[in-house]
């Protein structure tokens, strides 16, 4: 997934940063070895000085060396020798031979100079720093992604809400059609107008709901939380932003005088169809004008909240009983 793909590339780049700075570091370079070499072999003439001829050399040595900007390498390399027999014509016995040997190799033609010896460290840093873009690149995407999908949620769940508000009033249209064809004031076709008006709303709302759990989806897909169990699918993700309701009671309240903030109560007006709303924030003001208050208290937006919750209570029993 796109958080895989990212943890991948920074890890990437953490090498190539890595790398870069080894390479322009040129820090000199130690290191030791040590040997040993015993040996027996039957003499194979009398000038050897034993007829079963013992040898032993034991080597160890250290060494630095450090490359230079130059493109040259110097190095230093203290070596140690010591060598024992049992020959009788080897006057001296252990025998110790030190040497210091100090050495500089510069080539002439081939990498010379101080271009050719920063070259790599100039080719690390030209793809650290693509790494760098390329990361930004993506993570830039990701966002764009993220935000896209989230407010196209947004979109579709303030959408599919004012479908089902029509859809409400299509329904309400067909049991007022119906009574008035009882009393005789409508023909019965008038009937069959609103059930297809209605039916063509129910249709509407349906593939609106069906685009609004294919968002949702997209939009779990892309951020990708994790649940907390293995093969799980990851949590759904839901918008908490409500900016059509919060812009609908700027709306209804822009020409009142208020003492409190009416946004607080946008929380509670979620789920309710933009003609509830409406019917909400009338009743608040209408209940400051007959109190003969200039402004709206917020007594006055939850008591009209709490009756729109009872008319909604009360159309849902009275469909239930139909």
Not at 32 to 57: C, F, W, Y
Not at 175 to 182: A, E, F, M, T
Not at 230 to 255: C, H, Q, S, T, Y
Request: hydrophobic share 40%; with cysteine.
């Amino acid at each position: 997934m796109l958080g895989q793909e990212h943890h991948e590339q920074r890890e990437q780049l953490r090498d190539l940063v890595g790398e870069a700075h080894r390479l322009q570091a040129d820090d000199p370079a130690f290191g030791a070895d040590l040997n040993l070499d015993r040996r027996k072999v039957p003499a194979g003439s009398v000038l050897q000085g034993a007829s079963l001829l013992a040898t032993s050399n034991r080597n160890w040595n250290v060494y630095g060396q450090k490359t230079l900007l130059t493109g040259g390498n110097i190095r230093l390399d203290w070596l140690n020798n010591r060598f024992t027999t049992d020959s009788d014509f080897q006057s001296l016995s252990p025998q110790y031979t030190p040497q210091a040997l100090l050495s500089l190799n510069q080539p002439l033609l081939r990498g010379f100079g101080l271009y050719f010896s920063r070259l790599n460290i100039r080719i690390a840093e030209t793809a650290t720093d693509a790494a760098i873009e390329t990361y930004r690149a993506n993570v830039a995407n990701f966002i764009t992604q993220v935000v896209t999908a989230y407010w196209n949620v947004v979109r579709l769940t303030e959408q599919l809400g004012v479908l089902q508000s029509s859809l409400e009033l299509a329904q309400q249209t067909v049991r007022d059609n119906r009574v008035r064809v009882d009393v005789g004031v409508l023909p019965p076709v008038a009937i069959k107008e609103s059930e297809a008006e209605a039916a063509r709303r129910e249709e509407e709302v349906i593939v609106a709901t069906n685009a609004l759990n294919q968002a949702r989806r997209t939009l779990r897909q892309i951020v990708f939380v994790p649940a907390g169990q293995a093969n799980a699918f990851p949590r759904p993700v839901d918008p908490i932003d409500r900016p059509m309701i919060e812009r609908f009671l700027k709306l209804k309240f822009k020409n009142v005088a208020l003492d409190f903030d009416p946004l607080a109560q946008s929380s509670k007006l979620e789920g309710y169809s933009y003609a509830e709303i409406e019917r909400v924030c009338v009743q608040a003001i209408k209940s400051a004008v007959i109190h003969r208050r200039k402004t709206v208290r917020e007594q006055d937006l939850r008591r009209a909240i709490a009756d729109e919750v009872r008319r909604r209570s009360g159309r849902a029993r009275l469909k239930a009983s139909d």
